[in-house]
């Protein structure tokens, strides 16, 4: 093996933390993956002599990387990461398309996170809250990706989760750890073929919308969903716990690859509706391919 190689092969071992990172800053995939590459390409052109922590190094590179990106995109408006499940909104009689600032947010529960829309925070609180309270990043390393002091960079982390916390929406109702009880009881039950025991966790009214490629399907009745069911519960599928629109719900992979996101209204200790999107290929515009 080259020392070319040898070097690829030790970056590629911190690709996936790199992109989560990188991901957990800019709130795109696509620009987190251009960001990972920039900091390959530093990496090759510098060479590992003289670098004692590679992954120290490359946590900054990346960082200073994010930042330049967050001040190129100056006043414009940024985005959040959009899981967009549109074409199935709660109500039945809502247009058929669900208002921007209603869309779905995903983040990392398993490579994503339950993502905070962070619109109102300068690109230097923004880096120094995400590496410090999400990656654990001390507070001196973060003083040198910003070309701050320690206590700067402190400061900075701080005032961001100050905004944050008075800016960020009440937890949805139905989202606390008995909902998510529920849930984990109908994925079960689903998982089993136990029509029984998922009438038992089924509001009598629960409604089930679903969109895939091929289109759009409602059910409603609990006897109807739960033979609907079944659908859900694939050969060598993995559920992950995610968040959606502050909702439990459940992210279903098959071989690290996403196929399905549901997301869940539980009220009463009941399901009383399930969102789910089944496009494999929209989905994997905003999972990370080594989701397993």
Known sequence: MTDEERLAAQFEAHRPYLHAVAFRVLA????????VQEAWLRLARTGAAGIADLRGWL???????????????????????ELDLGALPLDASADARIDPEEEALLAESVGLALYVVMDALTPAERVSFVLHDVFDVPFDAI???????????KMLASRARGRLRS?????????????????EAFLA?????????LLSVLAPNVELRAHGPGG???????????????RFARPNATGHPVLVDGRPGVLITVG???????AFTVEDGAVTAIRGLTDPARLGRIVPSWVA
Not at 171 to 178: E, I, L, R, V, Y
Not at 223 to 229: N, S
Request: net charge positive.
């Open 28 to 35: 795109s995939h696509s620009d987190a993956d251009d960001a």
């Open 256 to 262: 690290g690859r996403p196929v399905t996101v549901l």
């Open 167 to 183: 800016g960020a929406p009440a937890p949805a109702a139905g989202s606390g750890a008995a909902a998510r009880d529920v849930v």
């Open 143 to 153: 003083a040198g990706v910003l070309g701050r002091s320690t206590p700067a960079a």
């Open 59 to 81: 946590t900054t590179v990346t960082g200073r990387i994010c930042l330049d990106a967050l001040r190129r995109r100056g006043t414009r408006r940024e985005q959040p990461l």
């Open 216 to 230: 759009g399907v409602v059910v409603r009745g609990a006897a109807e969903v739960a033979a609907q069911a079944s």
């Open 189 to 197: 039950a689903a998982g089993r073929g136990d029509v029984a025991g």
